[in-house]
């Protein structure tokens, strides 16, 4: 059974940093995408960045690039996204999403694309 595991998430102020962790456990497969996915209050859950497993091809949103970077550690049991110089608009409930295929990395992935989903973690930035 896939388990997906967040953790890291707090409150910080603007201009802050914080380290998300995506724990992956039963996940058999050698080719897959890990994805950082974000939700705030009446807005849809939207792609912040993702991870090719093995080729180490990323996607970052936008409004992310140059302030967040996402890896993978050496064992590939975990996923890491770095949040630096955090803004207000960054607060939201933080998902880690897996599939069993490689992503594309030209465009924002849909959720629906994602099989495999962890409970969430919550960010908040204060100004």
């Known amino acids: 059974q896939v388990q997906l595991v967040e953790s890291g998430g707090g409150s910080v102020q603007t201009g802050g940093s914080l380290n998300l962790s995506c724990a992956a456990s039963?996940?058999?497969?050698?080719?897959?995408?890990v994805a950082w996915f974000r939700q705030a209050p009446g807005t849809e859950r939207e792609a912040v960045a993702l991870?090719?497993?093995?080729?180490?091809?990323?996607y970052y949103t936008d409004s992310v690039k140059g302030r967040f970077t996402i890896s993978q550690d050496s064992a590939k049991e975990a996923v890491h996204l770095r949040m630096n110089m955090l803004q207000p608009e960054d607060t939201a409930m933080y998902y880690c999403a897996a599939r069993a295929a490689y992503c594309a990395t030209i465009y924002k992935p849909p959720a629906t694309i994602f099989s495999y989903w962890g409970q969430g973690t919550q960010v908040a930035v204060s100004s």
């Open positions: 039963g996940f058999p497969y050698s080719e897959y995408c």
């Open positions: 991870i090719n497993s093995g080729r180490s091809t990323t």
